[in-house]
């Protein structure tokens, strides 16, 4: 009788946590990790400043054999990316597919721990534009997962910049750029399909700065004073953040696709920046992210999903100085090449 009782409480604790919805996991931070600079250390020594920081998930731009071997035998998880040079290749045969894979993830896998892989980085806004041979590529990337039985275990997915869409405010009124229908659609009925991520790059900062007099500050800090009311919905925001992220949810849902998760793949604020960036400063920075960091592994969620689970990785690891553009482009980082804090930040 004793024995019965306790099956039955296991099986009741089983469906429980089965029938827990997603965000009851809980959110999470991660890094990006850009190398675009000459004075970075050593990616063994990166590896160990990750984990003295307790930083668990790590996006990198490509599958660089010396940061994927020294990431091996941690607990951090990697997102490794397929730079847009390589769309045309990956899109066109699935035989290059096949050997990227082979080359580029099957050595390291599974003592390095890669759970994304990243086809194309906002081909958008790329100078030549790849749109064309992402979902191809896509297709052909995960087509090469399933022969080695991997397509459960690592994701595939696409970044795109806020850009994509044609209309962001009200967040009601989110609307992608119909420009983009002819790749965005197929992208997105393999993203349902897979249960891969929609994954954004967004920036606050960039809409506090190009327009400070209609952008408060404290509301792209997420430190509104006052709530900024969607009309069509009621919905309340005191921050931009959550304002864009509802923005892709409305977006997604006009097109039927409301059951795709949302993954902040960069969002940051940089610590210096030219004459005229006057708010790009530490104390800035920080306030920007260490309110990030609080919103999201407190599964805050958003207005019009409160309590939904968010992933994000806050740009970037480190200050890049080869980095093109204004002063800001170059210092992004939460740590200088010599390893100390740009400003005092806690992951946990």
């Known amino acids: ?179 983009h229908a002819y790749f965005l659609k197929p992208m997105l009925e393999f993203l349902a399909e897979n249960q891969s991520p929609f994954m954004i790059d967004m920036y606050p900062y960039y809409a506090y700065r190009d327009s400070p007099k209609k952008v408060p500050l404290d509301y792209a800090l997420f430190e509104a004073s006052s709530e900024v009311i969607d009309p069509n919905t009621g919905l309340l925001y005191t921050s931009m953040f959550d304002a864009q992220i509802d923005a892709i949810y409305f977006a997604l849902t006009a097109l039927n696709f409301r059951t795709i998760k949302i993954m902040v793949t960069e969002t940051g604020w940089p610590s210096k920046g030219s004459p005229k960036e006057t708010a790009a400063t530490p104390d800035n920075a920080q306030r920007y992210n260490a309110n990030l960091i609080r919103h999201v592994i407190n599964n805050t969620g958003t207005p019009a999903k409160p309590g939904q689970e968010l992933d994000v990785y806050i740009f970037s690891l480190f200050n890049e100085n080869r980095k093109p553009g204004l002063e800001s482009e170059r210092n992004w980082g939460l740590f200088y090449p010599d390893q100390t804090s740009v400003y005092n930040l806690d992951f946990t």
């Open 1 to 179: 009788m004793a024995a019965t009782r306790f099956a039955l409480i296991i099986f009741a604790a089983s469906l429980f946590l089965m029938l827990l919805p997603d965000c009851c996991s809980g959110s999470f931070i991660g890094i990006c990790y850009g190398r675009n600079a000459d004075d970075l250390p050593t990616p063994d020594k990166v590896s160990q400043l990750v984990q003295l920081h307790k930083i668990k998930y790590v996006r990198i731009y490509d599958s660089n054999i010396q940061v994927l071997k020294a990431f091996a035998n941690t607990p951090v998880e990697l997102m490794v990316g397929v730079p847009n040079s390589d769309l045309l290749s990956l899109s066109q045969f699935q035989s290059n597919a096949d050997t990227w894979l082979r080359n580029s993830i099957l050595p390291y896998y599974p003592a390095t721990k890669i759970t994304y892989i990243t086809v194309g980085a906002e081909v958008t806004e790329s100078p030549n534009n790849a749109s064309m041979f992402v979902v191809p590529a896509m297709t052909n990337v995960l087509t090469a997962l399933k022969k080695v039985g991997l397509h459960k275990k690592i994701r595939v997915s696409s970044t795109h910049s806020l850009g994509v869409l044609s209309r962001s405010f009200p967040p009601s009124a989110g609307a992608f750029n119909s420009s």
